[in-house]
């Protein structure tokens, strides 16, 4: 599996969306987590953000699917190609 680089995490949810979509759904996903972990959601909040922090995850993974794919074809090397 190739190791994907991400860039610098971007201090606001604004400031990631101006950076591309990756960026945004990293941003939403750290920040739900962090609102979840310090327990300031309301219960009734809880199920509703923890359901769109797993459809963020598998944006992310869907995102990492393709770029993984496009890696591994252009790390493959092309064949020789002999005239006839």
């Known amino acids: 599996m190739a190791a994907v680089t991400h860039l610098k995490r971007r201090s606001t949810v604004k400031a990631a969306a ?5 960026e945004l ?8 987590a962090d609102e979840i972990d310090n327990g300031n959601v309301h219960p009734r909040d809880l199920a ?4 769109r922090l797993v459809d ?3 944006q ?9 794919d496009i890696s591994v074809a252009a790390a493959t090397a092309d064949e020789a190609w002999v005239a006839e």
Do not use: P, Q
């Open 25 to 32: 759904l990293e941003a939403l996903r750290d920040k739900i």
């Open 48 to 51: 509703a953000l923890s359901r």
């Open 56 to 58: 963020i995850a598998e």
């Open 60 to 68: 992310l993974d869907a995102m990492t699917d393709v770029t993984d």
């Open 18 to 22: 101006e950076s591309g979509r990756r």
